[in-house]
């Protein structure tokens, strides 16, 4: 018999892709996190005898990491998450790991992922839009081209499995609530595809240099996590919520300006304030294509070229880590 030689980890954490319905035909309305990951790792391999010839060579493992709707994602099973990730990644046989996650929030995860975790080897990320038990469940696929893509030899570091698309973790953004190619990475594009059974990376596709921010030691207790909150530009924006925000205490603002990072002189004028206090501030677009360009004009720091939430990721490791270097 031909030796295993690749060992791949796969960590359950929820999500539609765990969620059951009440009948075969019913896509939307369901409770998500309900399947167990050895479950869902059974059914997308189904026989042993179809596998795909990249996984012949593979041994699987796997771990609950979490169970919960991603909508419910916290700073404690983030934390959590890393380090099972840190401790799965640091065992020399294990080539590679697949998260399971929900759609919801994925994109915050990954992007958290990729600045606290170091490693050469594949971490990828998958989900579903139609619940397990749902005739036509895009999840056991998914599963599946997420275990090629964590077998084949190409890291990307952290990235997103779905629909047969690759997606990296800086880019990629839910911009669909209910179809199955629910994900895009936007002018960007796509890292690769998955097609039957085959894995294809795309020439045209740079890697982005993402080095981790802070080691997941580095990491705080979650309830000594900072106070960040996201904000919008919009017509006739105040500066009255900003405000209450800094009387509550709230320790970081993301702004998610118009177009080019453009915002309501009284918002603008309540961020000014804010920072005056002390409040961290970063501005984002609200435009779900394309970033920011920082120009003279901007009174914030608008250098993140990331999305509200992911600048918003940005913000809390680093303020965590200038909290660790006081
Ligand atoms: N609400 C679900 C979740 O994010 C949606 C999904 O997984 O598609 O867990």
């Known amino acids: 018999m031909q030796a295993k030689n690749q060992k791949i980890v796969v960590l359950g954490t929820g ?20 399947r167990g990951i050895d479950n869902l790792l059974e059914v997308a391999l189904g026989h042993q005898q179809h596998w795909p010839r990249a996984l012949s060579n593979c041994q699987f493992d796997s771990e609950q990491v979490a169970q919960l709707d991603s909508k419910d994602m ?23 790991l697949v998260i399971t996650h929900g759609t919801d929030t994925l994109e915050e995860t990954a992007y958290f992922l990729s600045q606290v975790l170091s490693s050469a ?13 749902f005739e036509g469940a895009d999840g056991p696929q998914n599963l599946r081209d997420a275990l090629l893509v964590a077998a084949s030899t190409h890291s990307l570091g952290v990235c997103l499995v779905a629909a047969g698309e690759i997606h990296h973790s800086r880019y990629v953004q839910k911009i669909h609530p209910t179809r199955l190619n629910a994900f895009d990475s936007g002018e960007t594009g796509l890292a690769g595809r998955v097609h039957n059974d085959q894995v294809q990376w795309l020439d045209t596709f740079n890697t982005p240099n993402t080095l981790a ?32 925000l800094v009387q509550a205490g709230v320790k970081g603002l993301v702004v998610a300006g118009t177009g080019n990072g453009s915002m309501n002189s009284n918002l603008k ?24 360009v920082p120009t003279e004009n901007h009174y914030f720091d608008a250098s993140s070229g990331l999305s509200p939430v992911k600048t918003r990721v940005a913000l809390l490791l680093d303020m965590m880590s200038q909290l660790q270097s006081h």
């Open 74 to 96: 916290d700073f404690e099973t983030w934390i959590h998450l890393a380090q099972r990730c840190e401790h799965w990644l640091s065992q020399s046989d294990v080539t590679g």
């Open 269 to 292: 004028a309540g961020l000014e304030t804010a920072q005056k206090a002390g409040v961290e501030v970063r501005l984002a677009t609200r435009c779900n294509q394309g970033a920011v």
């Open 121 to 133: 080897k594949p971490i990828v990320l998958t989900c579903a839009m139609r619940p397990a038990n």
């Open 213 to 244: 921010k802070l080691r997941v030691t580095q990491l705080l207790p979650a309830a000594q996590w900072p106070w960040v909150e996201i904000v919008m530009n919009h017509v006739n924006a105040s500066e009255l919520h900003i405000d209450a």
């Open 15 to 34: 999500g539609t892709i765990a969620g059951v319905s009440a009948s075969a035909i019913e896509g939307l309305a369901y409770k998500a996190a309900q």
